[in-house]
């Protein structure tokens, strides 16, 4: 089985992370959808400017993710990285969003005004195809 083309094909797939964070040594996760980007190695996702993954993320960016399976699997691929605000808006993005989770397009015309968009770059990511086919990879 070629790992990263499972990497690939659950990263295309799948469109939600459950996003984790740490402030003053308090975990705390949440559910983003998101874009990820091959060529880049780069994961984006946006939130609302007055949302507390903001202060956050501004307090510490370093954080941790897992794609969330919706097809009756255990698939997943999960890896960490810095969450930085991105250069890119939502809208540079939005057919990109649009094209991979329905009825986003919607969302961004309602209030992309008030979404920031992150992005999380990252070099490695372990990759569970079942409970024998689990690899650390390197992109």
């Keep these: 089985m070629n ?16 996003l984790a964070t740490t402030t003053d ?7 983003v959808n998101f874009y990820y980007a091959p060529e880049e190695h780069r994961i984006y996702f946006a939130t609302f400017k007055d949302n507390e993954k ?22 997943h691929v999960r890896a960490s990285g810095r969450a930085v605000k991105s250069a890119h808006t939502v809208y540079d993005l939005a057919p990109l969003f649009a094209a991979k989770i329905p009825r986003y397009q919607e969302t961004i ?6 979404l920031i968009l992150y992005e999380i770059a990252f070099d490695a ?15």
Excluded: K, S, W, Y
């Design 3 to 18: 790992m990263r083309d499972a990497f690939e094909r659950i990263m295309r797939e799948q469109r939600e992370i459950a």
């Design 54 to 75: 903001v202060i956050e993320l501004a307090a510490n960016p370093n954080t941790a993710f897992t794609t969330v399976p919706h097809n009756d699997t255990v698939e």
């Design 109 to 114: 015309d309602e209030v992309g005004d008030d």
């Design 125 to 139: 990511a372990v990759v569970t195809v079942d409970m024998r086919h689990i690899e650390h990879i390197r992109l």
């Design 25 to 31: 040594g308090l975990p705390h996760v949440r559910i």
